[in-house]
């Protein structure tokens, strides 16, 4: 008899807790509500006028896993992949990095944010270590626990600049030497000034497993 009650008491509690499960989940879908950000953002996400130049909010936006398929907080209203269009310098783009295996040759495209002087015209489309006119140079690397390492060496690729639309489009024909994870890098511009930083500094593709 005693097990049987207590059988009874097990049923009965279990038929309470059913009746109470749509209130549960409902609770708990306001409590994730609160908790978690919309669009999977930080809900403290810091605005434009947080950050003191364009790159700086670009750094913040990938390092956040921000992409023009991803918006971080309001960084990127257009969903470009390029945060904060309206700050000024130094600039940062956000690069791709591809490979066609068929023929062998990297590829990838930065897009790059307009010049904060509001003129139509976009930033840091020239420009390499030597020459403020020449060609962006863009280097690709394989990661290896030991030290990244250059598949170009010391010949670089020049990317061809787009000024109506603010792209840098290049492609190296170079086959992969081995399947990995790898990076395209810009270099920084020649200096334009002694003093401050430089408007055009260093920046990277994610990194990204090839082929």
């Not at 810091?46 to 130049?53: A, D, I, N």
């Not at 495209?109 to 976009?122: D, H, I, Q, T, W």
């Not at 600049?161 to 992969?176: F, I, N, Q, S």
Request: charge should be positive; hydrophobic fraction near 40%.
């Amino acid at each position: 008899m005693v097990a049987i009650a207590t059988i009874a008491a097990g049923m009965g509690q279990a038929r309470k807790l059913k009746r109470q499960l749509p209130a549960l989940a409902a609770a708990f879908a306001v409590a994730l509500a609160i908790w978690a950000p919309a669009g999977g953002d930080a809900a403290a996400t810091p605005g434009c006028p947080s950050f003191e130049s364009q790159a700086a909010a670009q750094t913040y936006f990938v390092e956040a896993g921000g992409s023009p398929a991803r918006s971080i907080g309001r960084l990127d209203p257009d969903r470009d992949g390029v945060a904060c269009e309206g700050l000024g310098a130094p600039y940062q783009g956000i690069a791709t990095l591809g490979y066609n295996k068929k023929r062998g040759f990297f590829y990838g495209v930065a897009s790059m944010p307009p010049l904060a002087s509001g003129k139509g015209e976009f930033a840091c489309l020239s420009g390499n270590r030597h020459w403020p006119d020449g060609p962006r140079w863009v280097n690709v690397f394989r990661v290896k626990p030991n030290g990244d390492v250059s598949i170009l060496g010391s010949h670089m690729a020049s990317a061809e600049a787009k000024p109506e639309t603010g792209r840098l489009v290049w492609k190296v024909d170079k086959p992969m030497p081995l399947p990995g994870r790898y990076y395209a890098a810009f270099e920084e511009s020649v200096r334009t000034s002694p003093y401050g930083r430089n408007p055009c500094p260093e920046f990277r593709s994610r990194t990204v497993s090839l082929p």
